[in-house]
């Protein structure tokens, strides 16, 4: 009997180590590549992602942090009128309102989000501030416009004459069928990995356009339209909001990546589960990017008319995504 108590107790302290103690998380890393780690570096979604890059990248060349670069990155086409899918000078919903969403999270699994947001330019900011100042990771309408004028934020009227002229031009059929590559090009997504390792993203949009009131994507939640995890790598989304929370694709593209895939191959799978559950895709688009720790990169999207944007030491470039159809 006492070598069995024995027996038991060596066992128990064995599955504590193992459970308790051991990183888990290196037991997939077999298929991630070793050697020196590419950095720093930061990948975005669309064209727009060219100039966000350049702003990122004036604060990550200076050795600054990943969460400072998301910021400042995807404050560029929040502010740019021409860019009509985030942020100011965005299409407007149903009602003629613009409304935004926006997370950002950092290194520590640190978290904020605003979504149905109105008349502040920099959504992306607000977010930080959720982050930084308050016990919540999002908030919503009127309650999150409330707390952006308490941090100092300006209101402003976000709606351009382009925008308002082609509400009231959408008016006259108020028909909702988004074109892919067009209104599903809503979002961008930004991820980095600064000079000391550490990852953060950044995603910003103003939405399908046309949306009925009330409508948010995938944009602003954790997980879905975003996700980082400082130990394996980063993920962001863009296309079709819906399609993409059913998934929570960004957390299933990371998740991936903890399973030993390399960027691309787990924007890829992510793609395909997206495929597999939808019961129509020849009109959704969906993409997705991702870095890893090591600065591995790629992106994977359902329709061919994709592209993400590249800046690291080497290289700085805009790249289209392989696709699935």
């Not at 929040?78 to 000078?89: I, K, Q």
Request: aromatic fraction near 6%; include cysteine; glycine fraction near 10%.
């Amino acid at each position: 009997m006492s070598s069995r108590r024995h027996f038991l107790k060596l066992s128990a302290m064995g599955t504590a180590l193992v459970s308790g103690f051991y990183p888990i998380h290196k037991a997939f890393s077999g298929s991630i590549k070793q050697g020196k780690t590419n950095k720093p570096l930061v990948i975005s979604t669309w064209d727009h992602g060219m100039p966000a890059n350049e702003a990122a990248w004036k604060i990550l060349s200076q050795k600054g942090t990943a969460l400072d670069a998301v910021e400042a990155g995807v404050r560029v086409p929040e502010a740019d009128p021409n860019v009509r899918t985030v942020g100011y000078g965005g299409y407007p919903d149903r009602e003629g309102n613009v409304t935004l969403d926006a997370c950002i999270m950092d290194k520590d699994s640190n978290c904020g989000s605003v979504a149905y947001l109105q008349h502040i330019k920099h959504p992306i900011s607000v977010a930080r501030k959720v982050m930084e100042n308050t016990p919540h990771v999002m908030l919503v309408g009127d309650g999150a416009l409330q707390f952006a004028l308490s941090q100092g934020f300006k209101k402003e009227n976000l709606l351009t004459p382009e925008s308002e002229k082609d509400w009231k031009n959408w008016l006259k059929e108020s028909k909702y069928k988004p074109v892919i590559n067009i209104e599903n090009h809503d979002t961008i997504g930004l991820l980095a990995l600064d000079a000391h390792g550490d990852l953060a993203g950044a995603c910003t949009t103003s939405g399908a356009s046309f949306k009925m009131k009330g409508r948010v994507g995938d944009s602003p939640i954790i997980g879905a339209g975003l996700f980082v995890d400082n130990e394996i790598g980063a993920a962001t989304a863009t296309g079709l909001g819906e399609a993409v929370i059913r998934m929570v694709g960004s957390h299933l593209v990371v998740e991936l990546m903890r399973q030993g895939h390399a960027p691309e191959k787990a924007c890829r799978l992510a793609v395909e589960r997206i495929i597999q559950k939808q019961k129509n895709v020849k009109d959704l688009q969906v993409g997705f990017i991702a870095i890893n720790k090591q600065g591995e990169y790629g992106g994977y999207c359902i329709q061919r008319g994709f592209n993400y944007a590249v800046r690291d030491t080497t290289t700085n470039k805009l790249l289209d995504a392989k696709f699935k159809l």
